[in-house]
Nanobody
Framework: QVQLEESGGALVQAGGSLRLSCAAS????????MGWYRQAPGKSRALVATITSGGTTNTADSVKGRFTISRDNAKNTVYLQMNSLKPEDTGDYYC?????????WGQGTQVTVSS
């Protein structure tokens, strides 16, 4: 099993920045991709960004140029740097990791962007 613990969610004004962190623990040696998804109020969960163990990234068009995903393999941690935040970025942000067998989800961290 893999456990994921997110941190960094907060209330921030539009135009501000936040950095989310997600630390993986447990059976982490087979983890390949890690990433972030978000669920806005009343909407389904959607991809924000992912990164492989080799550093290949995939970022949603809605956040390109504003959000940057990075990963520290030595610390088994993935980060999401969020700049120029907009009210529509509000939601619960979930960390995701997958190994050769399955995917794993964190509990989520809340981001609220006020206008």
């Amino acid at each position: 099993q893999v456990q994921l613990e997110e941190s960094g969610g907060a209330l921030v004004q539009a135009g501000g920045s936040l950095r989310l962190s997600c630390a993986a623990s447990g059976r982490i040696f087979n983890i390949n991709a890690m990433g972030w998804y978000r669920q806005a109020p009343g909407k389904s969960r959607a991809l924000v960004a992912t990164i492989t163990s080799g550093g290949t990234t995939n970022t949603a068009d809605s956040v390109k140029g504003r959000f940057t995903i990075s990963r520290d393999n030595a610390k088994n941690t993935v980060y999401l740097q969020m700049n120029s935040l907009k009210p529509e970025d509000t939601g619960d942000y979930y960390c995701y990791a997958e190994d050769s067998r399955r995917g794993y989800w964190g509990q989520g961290t809340q981001v609220t962007v006020s206008s």
